[in-house]
């Protein structure tokens, strides 16, 4: 439940980063504006870092009980050894940075899918359970990061001369896909009682009583 309840967090995140982040750039920082390009590849590998951080736990301490912990080490080192071939043969191709960033992204989506993978191994017993399970926490990268990426694209092609209207439009996307991805996220996981969760959670937190 966690997993997948963050997958979605975590997937309208990133799509309020494509929005803000070339915006504030843009206005603020515009000497730093060629990098974009990498940031908007880039930004969507910590998708595959966030929905990794319950799965992680797991597998490691399920691990340990087995004293297999050494299991992690190479998952971590195959990752690292993906980032640094990939990003020296996209820059040894032309791509400069837009490359390194590419590589960054691969990296964690190969070190994010695996992780959940072999933690789903051992939870799930039903192979049919963890492809399904597997399939629920990628639907709302699939569904959400590309399509927010096509309408900020689309978007400042519209509307090249002017931000305000590029932003609206994008915030708009988003919160229509919010609108008809909810339900799919309620049939999921029933969002009541984490949404009770979350509130009770915090208002212990601050000391709220009542």
Same mark, same amino acid.
């Given at each position: 439940?966690?997993?997948? *309840? @963050?997958? %979605? ?8 980063? $494509? ?7 843009? *206005? ?29 736990? $797991? ?14 080490? %190479?998952?971590?080192?195959?990752? +690292? ?8 043969? @996209? *820059? ?17 989506? @190969? ?11 051992? +939870? ?16 709302? @990268?699939? !569904? ?16 090249? !001369? ?5 932003? *609206? ?42």
């Amino acid at each position: 439940m966690p997993t997948v *309840v @963050f997958a %979605y967090v975590a997937a309208f995140a990133i799509g309020l980063l $494509i929005i803000v982040i070339p915006f504030l750039v843009t *206005v603020f920082l515009p000497k730093y504006t060629p990098g974009l390009g990498a940031f908007l590849i880039y930004v969507p590998g910590f998708y595959f870092l966030g929905i990794i951080l319950t799965a992680n736990t $797991i597998l490691t301490l399920i691990l340990i009980s087995r004293r297999r912990q050494r299991f992690v080490l %190479y998952v971590q080192g195959a990752a +690292v050894g993906l980032e640094a071939g990939l990003a020296i043969l @996209f *820059v040894k191709t032309g791509l400069g940075l837009e490359g390194a960033a590419l590589a960054s992204t691969v990296a964690y989506a @190969f070190y994010g899918v695996t992780i959940l993978a072999l933690a789903a191994k051992y +939870v799930l017993p039903a192979g049919k359970e963890r492809m399904s399970f597997l399939v629920s926490v990628l639907i709302p @990268f699939l !569904a959400i990061i590309p399509l927010m990426l096509a309408t900020h694209f689309f978007a400042g092609w519209v509307f090249p !001369a002017s931000l305000a209207p590029g932003v *609206v439009l994008e915030l708009v996307v988003l919160t229509a896909i919010a609108g008809s991805i909810y339900p799919l996220l309620d049939r999921l996981v029933p969002m009541r009682p984490v949404v009770a969760e979350v509130r009770n959670s915090v208002r212990a937190r601050l000391g709220i009583r009542g």
